[in-house]
């Protein structure tokens, strides 16, 4: 039996389309990109900044925060938005992927990874069934099955051992999920690396065990742009139409907007705040980047038609002279401005899909950022 | 001749007083603290925060900008509040105090200090003639005179020949000033240690080389709390009662509120944003550290009868997480928490000023001090 629908898809131009998805704390536009608050934090932003630039959801990782301040207290002080005063929807993943590739001392087997807390070294195991609990202490709108992904390239022998045991796992999380309250969303994941035969077998594995909503693995590790993309197109059509489409970790605006084209809906990534934090915008003329002399005596803004106030109004030289000197205050500019584009270019995407002009919005938006930057300014 | 005269006095109770200084860049309420934006930029915080936090003023230090990205490429760009966006009134230190605690390689002599840059190396000669320079290409609206600063516990002979130094330097600093756009202002600084005599003696020369206002440094640098507050008591009787005074690098709230209760009007330190970044909150209760594990479980917030929101609204658990965690937003929160209390600290201070109650306003607040934390939460 497929677990109760809360997407609802409001408008489809190709393959790209619009939608909403209802959650405990509030209505997620897709397509959405969901800005990364690892450790119930985002870096360098106040949390109602995030909201102001356009952000209907967050994601939490549920492998930083089961360690620290662990799932149980989060719990006892009512979730993750009352702890975080984030009060919106929240996606956790699994803590399978960020236990794979950050923690010491970790071993896969059947029935749980285990592995070494690098706050006071003791030894967690991580199963499917306790991956399901810690989010839901958490209170996590919207929980991920516990999975195993591969960085590409891989042997084909080991990418399909891995999509193997995430199915396994899917159907054990599912499980472990029954007894959520209503209106809480379990979403699976499609495994099976840059093989077709494995991609299409991991697909339909995972929507035979059934879930809300389906979500992409085990892609931007290490392929080609080409290659991710060909496999979202193998994918999709194994996927329910009806369902939210979530693209795991990915990517540039660039990326975001080839996969909305060809039918995702749902995104996260670190890159707009960890660029943002090496001195590196996002903007309508591609990315730019502020250690470059060139914006040393630029009193121009990144782009002066930006409705977000910092891209609009402060000088490329007091960006500069910010990442330059490495004062805190670049990282939060450039963070700030960062998350606003993602989010800026996510409200154009949906509103030329409700108007059926997408495909327009693509070339112009694709062409702004083969120009490239404004000409530097001449002295 | 005495410069122009922009500080109107309005009220006094006691020594205590509440006035208004009129810069070119608006105007600056007193008892006023003044943040430090050392590098053109505060910690972890927006200028839009820093306003609304209630700060009529901010502080930048000659000696980094100087150095980076340079006093010619500020003028070129507009000065220091188009560069930086902070649009209101700039007091700037001379940047001796920081070459001579910060700089390697340094040599004093009559003319000028010598150091090498930390950036490039290269060889900067710091004159008094020259800050100047520096200051109003950085187009401060308070420029401070050139000054030696001696750290206590130090030899006399060693404090009078620096108290010597600086009353030729201020005497250099008026005359490189005199050609200043008028609304402009330069403070001369009462050097002389915890020496009394030359207290006395520096008060008397500086005031008769005459300044916009007068400021008292080489406090706060190692000597207890009562000998600070006995050598203001000692210079101010030397300083004209219708001139701002401004007490350097100080301190703590109590150090503030007992300066002000001598009749002191102006204030800087880098403590509420460098208290922060370690974990430490000002608020009415004192000082609270946030490490302290007392505050992991506890959902209540610093202070709910704050006016500042993340003081009001902020759980202590999450606050003590992002800490623990070295969340940047753990910093940014506590520094906002903090020049939010300092300057509502100024603003209860003029207030009560004003009404004539300002000794009622001392004894609660330093009670309240006092009386220290909530009690921890019983679990």
């Known amino acids: 039996m497929s677990p109760a629908n809360h997407f609802e898809l409001t408008a489809t131009d190709?393959?790209?389309?619009?939608?909403k998805l209802t959650t405990p704390h509030g209505v997620v536009r897709t397509p959405a990109f969901m800005p990364v608050g690892t450790a119930g934090a985002m870096k360098g932003m106040h949390w109602r900044e995030v909201r102001d630039a356009g952000a209907d959801i967050v994601l939490g990782n549920t492998y930083h925060l089961m360690l620290r301040p662990t799932a149980e207290r989060i719990a006892t002080l009512g979730g993750l938005q009352k702890f975080t005063g984030w009060n919106g929807p929240m996606l956790t993943d699994s803590g399978g992927f960020q236990v794979m590739s950050l923690a010491d001392l970790r071993k896969v087997n059947e029935k749980?990874?285990?592995?070494?807390?690098?706050?006071?070294?003791?030894?967690?195991?991580l199963s499917p069934e306790r991956s399901i609990e810690v989010q839901r202490l958490l209170g996590s709108d919207i929980a991920m099955q516990m999975d195993e992904c591969?960085?590409?390239?891989?042997?084909?022998a080991d990418i399909e051992r891995a999509m193997q045991l995430s199915l396994r796992w899917g159907e054990r999380s599912r499980r472990a999920f029954e007894t959520a309250p209503s209106g809480y969303m379990l979403f699976g994941i499609v495994q099976g690396g840059d093989v077709v035969e494995l991609r299409h077998a991991s697909a339909r594995g995972t929507?035979?065990?059934?879930?809300h909503g389906?979500?992409?693995g085990g892609l931007a590790v290490g392929e080609p742009q080409a290659v991710m993309l060909a496999m979202i197109e193998e994918v999709i059509p194994h996927l329910p139409g009806d369902r939210p489409r979530y693209l795991m970790g990915v990517g540039t605006p660039e990326d975001l907007l080839e996969a909305i084209r060809r039918g995702m809906d749902m995104f996260d990534c670190v890159m707009p705040t960890r660029n943002g934090r090496h001195g590196v915008a996002f903007t309508?003329?591609?990315?730019?980047?502020?250690?470059?002399?060139?914006?040393?005596?630029?009193?121009?803004?990144l782009d002066e038609e930006s409705e977000w106030p910092a891209t609009r109004e402060t000088a490329r030289a007091y960006l500069h002279h910010l990442v330059k000197s490495g004062e805190t205050l670049g990282a939060m500019l450039l963070s700030e401005i960062n998350i606003a584009y993602y989010q800026r270019l996510m409200r154009d995407v949906r509103d030329a899909i409700l108007r059926g002009t997408f495909d327009e919005f693509y070339q112009r938006t694709r062409s702004d950022w083969e120009r490239g930057d404004i000409a530097p300014r001449s002295t």
Chains 1, 2 share one sequence.
Do not use: K, M
Not at 286 to 298: P, V
């Open 112 to 125: 749980a990874v285990t592995f070494r807390s690098h706050i006071d070294g003791a030894s967690v195991e």
């Open 207 to 211: 929507v035979d065990i059934g879930f």
């Open 14 to 19: 190709g393959h790209a389309r619009t939608g």
């Open 214 to 216: 389906y979500a992409i």
């Open 284 to 301: 309508r003329h591609g990315q730019i980047n502020l250690r470059n002399a060139r914006h040393a005596d630029d009193p121009r803004p």
């Open 150 to 156: 591969v960085r590409l390239p891989a042997e084909r």
